[in-house]
């Protein structure tokens, strides 16, 4: 049985981009490709994937790049609304005490 390691590669969107271009225009297989390149059969079958969906060819509903960032900004912006929300609960809360008393 396999681990996988802790430290995985990080790439450049530069990187990724000419990645999947030689993969799309190369008569060799992703798997060739990525041999080539020293990354990963997967990662490069997931960039091509992803960058076919964010050219419009992708499977209905499938999120782009652009859309898949404004999701996690908006997901981690509404964490930050939830938070404050519940301090100024907790503080009206409080001072509700302190006017009645």
Known sequence: ???KSNTSKRYTAEFKRDAVAL?????KTVTE?????????EGLRGW?????IDRGEGPAGALT????????RLRRELAEAKKANEILVKAAAFF?????K
């Open 33 to 41: 490709v990525a041999r080539d390149l020293g990354v990963s059969p």
């Open 48 to 52: 091509v994937k992803q960058a076919k």
């Open 1 to 3: 049985m396999s681990k």
């Open 96 to 100: 509700a005490k302190e006017i009645t």
């Open 65 to 72: 790049t652009a859309e898949r960032e404004e999701l996690v």
């Open 23 to 27: 993969a799309l225009s190369s008569d």
